[in-house]
């Protein structure tokens, strides 16, 4: 059983960058897909990024692109997001997830994700 407990949230001004961790209770997180995925007030859970368990490549939802960064650490059992640029509508509590059966085609789906964290709150606000 995996447990996933996320870090670094808090209260930032738009424009700023904030930086959340995921830390993993297992073996190792190697074989499993990581991913990102956050609850906006009044809105369902949407996915955020994620990045397979092989391979390199990161998957971004559209409105992070370009300003949030997924990376992983095997070595430490970690995910990471660095959110740059943030916006008053990044707003939400943020969640790590993980799952090693998550097809490349479903990874934007959070019921492809066995495993997630308590959630850490992100708060946009000038």
């Known amino acids: 059983q995996m447990q996933l407990v996320e870090s670094g949230g808090g209260l930032v001004q738009p424009g700023d960058s904030l930086s959340l961790s995921c830390a993993a209770s297992?073996?190792?997180?190697?074989?499993?897909?990581m991913a990102w995925f956050r609850h906006a007030p009044g809105k369902e859970r949407s996915f955020a990024a994620a990045?397979?368990?092989?391979?390199?490549?990161?998957y971004y939802a559209d409105s992070v692109k370009g300003r949030f960064i997924i990376s992983r650490d095997n070595t430490k059992n970690t995910v990471n997001l660095k959110m740059n640029t943030l916006k008053p509508k990044d707003t939400a509590v943020y969640f790590c997830a993980a799952d090693s059966s998550v097809i490349l085609s479903s990874l934007r789906q959070a019921s492809q994700y066995a495993y997630w964290g308590q959630g850490t709150q992100v708060t946009v606000s000038s």
């Open positions: 990045l397979r368990s092989t391979g390199g490549t990161a």
């Open positions: 297992c073996r190792s997180i190697s074989r499993y897909t």
